[in-house]
């Protein structure tokens, strides 16, 4: 089976959908916030592309929160900005969130057409990894795997690249990989004993850690500390316990 690495939620190539497993990542910070708020008890995020529609479709479900960012900052009238430490069981416990960010919910949307969209960062990607070799062996139509790497405003970024590689890795040896995806493995090889590290001297870490976010770069940083494996249903994403 081929794994296809997509550099970036504006990825200019896009390979067919329909039978294939999507897999989002973008470790600073959507899908480790996201991974995060589920292993806190949210009930459903709600991906969607610009603040007035977050905010539209707010005013159908008042008891909604709202959440995201535009240039890693809070929006203005939010309940929840796109940092990890937000989103506490206090806050989001029980709770839907409607959720906006610049790159990770439109990465999202990039592959929506998938068979079967699952959300990945450090924090939880063995789980991810042995979700996706249990859901291929149950649906036998499948017919490759797509990682989307959010990247940033359009470009490559080392945190999502180096997470894709190190699920390239851990899906092993019988899948091959396209040249994005082999680097990004090679990348993570050499990497992954000084991942903070690494992370932290990226241009998103470094924007973060300028910003004050220092804690979101170390916390995003640790691979598989939750095991909780997100998938994409009807345009809504939920923490998905058994694979079908
Ligand atoms: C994004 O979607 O671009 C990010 O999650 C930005 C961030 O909040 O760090």
């Known amino acids: 089976m081929l794994i296809d690495v997509l550099p970036s939620a504006g990825s200019p190539w896009m390979p067919a959908l329909k039978n294939k497993v999507a897999v989002v990542i973008d470790v600073f910070r959507a899908t480790s916030t996201m991974v995060t708020a589920f292993s806190n008890g949210c009930r459903a995020i709600i991906p969607v592309l610009t603040t007035e529609e977050a905010l539209e479709r707010r005013t159908n479900e008042p008891g909604y929160l709202l959440g995201g960012e535009r240039r890693a900052l809070p929006i203005e009238g939010f309940d929840v900005g796109n940092s990890p430490y937000d989103?506490?069981?206090e806050k989001v416990g029980g709770k839907t969130i409607i959720m906006t960010t610049t790159n990770g919910t439109r990465a999202i949307h990039a592959v929506a057409e998938a068979r079967q969209v699952w959300i990945a960062s450090f924090l939880n990607?063995?789980?991810v990894v042995d979700a996706i070799n249990q859901y291929i062996r149950k649906n036998s139509e499948i017919d490759g795997i797509v990682i989307i790497c959010a990247g940033s405003e359009d470009?490559?970024?080392?945190?999502d690249t180096l997470c894709a590689g190190m699920l390239v890795d851990m899906l092993g040896k019988d899948m091959e990989s396209n040249d994005l995806g082999r680097a990004a493995q090679m990348l993570y090889n050499i990497?992954?004993?000084r991942l903070h590290e690494t992370l932290s001297m990226s241009e998103h870490?470094?924007?973060l850690q300028s910003i004050g976010y220092e804690k979101d770069v170390s916390y995003c940083a640790q691979p598989n500390i939750l095991s909780i494996t997100p998938v994409l249903?009807?345009?809504v994403?939920?923490?998905r316990t058994e694979i079908i």
């Open 125 to 127: 990607a063995g789980s």
């Open 155 to 159: 470009r490559f970024d080392i945190p």
């Open 87 to 89: 989103y506490v069981t």
């Open 191 to 193: 990497s992954k004993d």
């Open 205 to 207: 870490g470094r924007l």
């Open 233 to 235: 249903e009807d345009g």
């Open 237 to 239: 994403v939920i923490a």
